[in-house]
């Protein structure tokens, strides 16, 4: 016994467009991250290097007037606590200084040393901070043009050092939080979109492989405008062509074996009426023997030619020819046929009409379309044959007189073994198989055959063959 495990709610499909936009959207978010982390780096020591200089520069012309107005820096060596007030009302005039961040980073005056215009300190760093001493950036403190002092302030990296970088860090926090958002929402994406479009392709798999066994009944929902539901269509409609064509096998099977069954009935009747003295074996009786045996032929012959129009084999050999002249001697040799069957021919052929044509097939063509016609018409009838040679076409009119044929069947005239009154007598035609070697012959030299209600009260087939390009006929 073999065991059956359930479908995955998943196709192999949907896992790979999940893996890959989500793949995708993770490396985009992770360039995005270190690319926007690298620029605000960049971007935010170039803020601090630039404010810190603006800073030094301001807080150096005020010290420059300060020295003028005290005379000197000794009162500074003297009470070093007023350093820090002087820094705020220096850089901070008549405002509150900020009490946090990065702006009361950048004003601590501790970040700030001053020396005498003889390079004596007057506002130094700690014994300790040596290192620290060598790093710093110096400005000349100058007073209507005299130097007085030197002003020296700690570059960003430092001031960054003892920031602990507050700022970027919160900065690649936020964004870690907006790339963070961005995954969560790819996963919530390429999970809806590898179910919604594996869903479709599971269900297309599955009807195909429904195809493939033989069950033509499968159909797809055509919801939508996009690619997929134009192969929904598509799929649709080629499993009702399948189911079409199988149903019509099965009717073509059925109606052959109905076709041979008759004469096939018939001769074993007769030979068996022979064999046992109830018919007497004569000339009569082998003439019928020979009729039955000629139709059977005639429709093996028929069988054959439209199996090979099937199958794209049919012998045709297309040569520069004139329509006209072919149906007109066709119609001329078919005279006497026609008054056998009670039927008055009118003509109304303008030649010459060029087409790439088969002069064999082509008089079979005129001979089915006159034995149709001879069948099915009431006599005494009327047969009207036009040609009319247009611009890119050759036209052929073909009507007949009554009886018609009603509007639903028109379209089914050419199909095989199809008889309008639906009997398998043949006491009003043959086999059935004439207007689909008509049609089959026709579409062979590239032309359309169609069927309708004809003005005399019959029917009227209009066919249609491509003209020939001038250059092309031959003398």
């Not at 790093?135 to 050092?161: D, F, K, N, S």
């Not at 074993?268 to 007497?280: K, N, S, T, V, W």
């Not at 009729?291 to 129009?309: A, F, N």
């Not at 009670?342 to 790439?356: E, N, Q, Y």
Request: hydrophobic content about 40%; some cysteine.
């Amino acid at each position: 016994m073999r065991l059956r495990f359930p479908r995955p709610p998943f196709s192999h499909l949907g896992v790979k467009l999940f893996v890959i936009i989500l793949s995708v959207n993770v490396v985009i978010a992770g360039l995005v991250f270190l690319s926007v982390s690298r620029s605000l780096d960049r971007g935010f020591l170039e803020y601090l290097e630039t404010t810190q200089a603006s800073r030094a520069e301001t807080l150096a012309e005020g010290l420059g007037q300060e020295w003028a107005r005290r005379d000197g820096w000794q009162w500074l060596r003297d009470s070093p606590p007023a350093w820090e007030r002087l820094v705020r009302q220096q850089l901070w005039p008549g405002e509150r200084p900020p009490s946090h961040g990065i702006e009361r980073r950048l004003g601590d005056a501790r970040d700030f040393v001053l020396h005498d215009a003889d390079g004596l300190p007057v506002i130094g760093l700690p014994p300790d901070d040596r290192e620290m001493a060598a790093e710093l950036h110096w400005l000349p403190i100058e007073y209507q043009g005299q130097r007085v002092g030197t002003l020296g302030y700690r570059p960003p990296q430092q001031l960054m050092a003892r920031m602990d970088r507050i700022f970027l860090s919160r900065q690649q926090r936020n964004l870690g939080i907006i790339v963070a958002s961005l995954g969560l929402a790819s996963l919530l994406l390429a999970g809806g979109l590898a179910w919604w479009l594996g869903r479709r392709t599971r269900s297309m798999a599955l009807a195909t492989r429904s195809l493939i066994e033989g069950d033509y009944s499968a159909r797809l929902s055509e919801r939508g405008r996009d690619e997929l539901s134009r192969l929904a269509r598509d799929f649709n409609m080629l499993a009702a062509t399948l189911e079409a064509s199988r149903e019509a096998r099965n009717r073509w099977v059925s109606d052959i074996a109905h076709e041979l069954r008759t004469p096939l009935a018939v001769l074993r009747g007769e030979i068996e009426a022979m064999q046992d003295g109830i018919r007497p074996l004569n000339q009569d009786n082998l003439h019928s023997l020979s009729q039955e045996v000629g139709q059977l032929e005639r429709l093996v012959t028929d069988l054959r030619l439209l199996s090979q129009s099937d199958a794209g084999a049919l012998e045709v050999q297309l040569a520069p020819l004139d329509l006209a002249a072919s149906l007109g001697s066709r119609l001329e040799e078919a005279i006497g046929w026609l008054d056998d069957c009670g039927m008055a021919l009118s003509t109304s052929i303008s030649g010459p009409a060029w087409i790439r044509g088969d002069a064999r097939r082509l008089r079979q063509l005129w001979t089915n379309l006159l034995d149709n016609s001879c069948a099915y018409t009431t006599s005494p009838g009327l047969l009207e044959v036009k040609l009319i040679a247009k611009h890119d076409r050759v036209q052929v009119i073909w009507q007949d007189s009554p009886p018609g044929v009603p509007e639903a069947a028109l379209d089914r005239l050419t199909e095989r073994l199809y008889r309008v009154e639906g009997s398998r007598s043949r006491a009003s035609g043959g086999s059935g198989l004439g207007l689909s070697i008509a049609s089959a012959l026709v579409k062979s030299h590239g032309g359309t055959m169609q069927a309708s209600h004809s003005p005399l009260g019959g029917l009227c087939w209009t066919l249609e063959f491509p003209v020939l390009d001038a250059e092309e006929r031959t003398p």
